[in-house]
């Protein structure tokens, strides 16, 4: 199977161009199951439906989380269809599998205020304060997903028309940036950013205190830094700022499809999940408006 994993990995990576995140999700899910395949004596082309089930029942006696078999089922089945496809294997023994119900959780998000209270937190007055403010203004201005914003490159802002290109996982798409974050990010970039930055070749537009692109991690602790001083005591993550961004839109009569377009969304169901949170408005709006109300 090793050989065919390779090549599977290989087509998603230079054919599907998919994140590198993605890339290492299918290679953690489906090394997994390669080596339960060979504690069982069992070859990748010779299982059956039943050994499937078989194994995602041990999944389930290692207490893994619905969402993870889930996970882990698309990916076998995406690897097994590829199979198929290129004349490997004649029968796929995922067709049959059916992924556990996963119970949809409402997104975590900030009222207005407590954004306020968090945007308040960075001050100007060095470096790290002037690419801080920069990063959550713009984080919460745009909804953009924590790796198109680490992966944004200075190319990819245009200041004077304050349009954001976002190259995101299946398509580029633009993004309107409000006055607020494009002067917070001027501030950055001229007078912050071009002091971390060492070297004309970085164009990363966030970078660290060594000048470098700034990662995942390093974001995530930003984040978790201004929480705890803004004494929030929701668990925030640079995600809970695209859901706050969603719904503080709906809820100030933006439309769904606008939304779906901003937060890159391919299908509007993954939008209207923020629907929930636009019933106090609603009534609101309701009150106010109804004759007989």
């Known amino acids: 199977m090793e050989k065919q994993l390779k090549q599977f990995l290989k087509f998603l990576e230079v054919s599907k161009q998919v994140s590198n995140n993605t890339l290492q999700s299918y290679r953690r899910d489906l090394k997994q199951y390669e080596q339960y395949l060979d504690e069982q004596g069992i070859k990748y082309n010779k299982a059956t439906d039943k050994d499937l089930k078989d194994y995602f029942d041990y999944l389930k006696e290692q207490n893994k989380k619905p969402s993870t078999i889930s996970r882990t089922i698309a990916s076998i089945r995406a690897f097994y269809q590829y199979e198929v496809k290129n004349n490997k294997i004649q029968i796929d023994p995922t067709e049959h599998i059916q992924s556990p119900k996963i119970e949809k959780k409402a997104p975590s998000i900030l009222t207005s205020e407590e954004v306020e209270l968090l945007l308040e937190q960075p001050k100007q007055v060095d ?118 961004f969603a719904t503080h839109l709906l809820q100030n009569g933006a439309d769904l499809k606008s939304i779906q377009t901003m937060l890159g969304h391919s299908d509007i169901s993954s939008t209207q999940v923020y629907m929930q949170f636009q019933n106090g408005g609603i009534n609101d709006v309701y009150k106010k408006a109804h004759p007989r109300a």
């Open 127 to 244: 470096l790290k304060g002037a690419r801080d403010k920069a990063m959550l203004e713009f984080a919460y201005a745009t909804g953009m997903r924590v790796t198109e914003i680490i992966s944004l490159n200075l190319e990819d802002i245009n200041l004077d028309e304050r349009i954001v290109t976002c190259k995101g996982r299946s398509k580029t798409r633009l993004i309107p940036l409000g006055k607020i974050s494009a002067n917070a990010l001027k501030e950055y970039i001229e007078n912050a950013r071009n002091v971390l930055v060492k070297s004309d070749k970085e164009k990363a537009v966030f970078v660290n205190l060594n000048g470098k692109r700034l990662t995942r991690q390093g974001f995530w602790k930003i984040i978790k830094y201004y929480q705890e001083q803004a004494n929030i005591t929701k668990d925030i993550t640079p995600h809970t700022l695209r859901h706050s």
